[in-house]
């Protein structure tokens, strides 16, 4: 029995090892993903693009807090999911305050600069989601940074699909549909990460 004890200890040692290591590697790209957007959005004057990089801000955040998450126990890990999950309601607003100051103000965007960063957050992303992948169903905490990376690659296809349209179009307002479409994104998203985090902390309760 000793024995077996033994053997799980180190398993779940070993899970924690595995999903810290992802969590860094996810966390780096999202940061250094996060200047790099930052900054672009402001160049290009691209709303789409200036909220897509303060998504990679959160997920930094939110990365960090799970790296927290995965050394403790049930309850620690629900309420890292609910932190996370204030965090992207916290974003939905400024995206959506944004998307009305520019509704007021309108430029169209530089769509060059705009669709060569979209570009690049798409593959950062999508390494990330690769990353995550067979850690998602380990437990609430991998599970809702998991769905925070799959929600980033529908955020990049929208902010390259609006940049496709500004330059069609020549209007800022595709850039401002989709600044307001992603914040509607996290917002449902959020509800569901603080769901699942409630409902986690009322079994830790019990």
Not at 87 to 103: D, I, K, N, S
């Amino acid at each position: 029995m000793s024995d077996c004890c033994q053997a799980k200890s180190c398993e779940i040692e070993a899970l924690r090892a595995k999903q810290s290591g992802m969590l860094k590697a996810v966390l780096a790209i999202n940061a250094t993903m996060f200047l790099v957007e930052m900054a672009s959005g402001l160049l290009a004057g691209s709303v789409s693009l200036l909220a897509d990089s303060l998504d990679m801000l959160g997920d930094a955040l939110v990365y960090g807090l799970s790296i927290y998450a995965v050394t403790r126990g049930d309850r620690q890990k629900a309420i890292s999911a609910l932190v996370k999950g204030y965090v992207m309601l916290g974003f939905a607003v400024f995206v959506l305050a944004q998307a009305g100051y520019r509704t007021l103000h309108p430029q169209a965007p530089e769509t060059q600069l705009m669709g060569a960063v979209g570009l690049l957050a798409l593959a950062a992303n999508a390494t990330c989601l690769a990353l995550l992948w067979r850690r998602r169903s380990d437990d609430i905490n991998m599970r809702s940074v998991w769905l925070c990376s799959r929600n980033d690659i529908v955020a990049n296809v929208a902010v390259l699909m609006a940049a496709l349209l500004v330059w069609w179009s020549g209007s800022a307002w595709p850039d401002l549909v989709v600044g307001g479409a992603l914040a509607v994104l996290f917002s449902v998203t959020a509800a569901s990460v603080l769901r699942q985090a409630n409902s986690q902390l009322r079994l830790a309760h019990a």
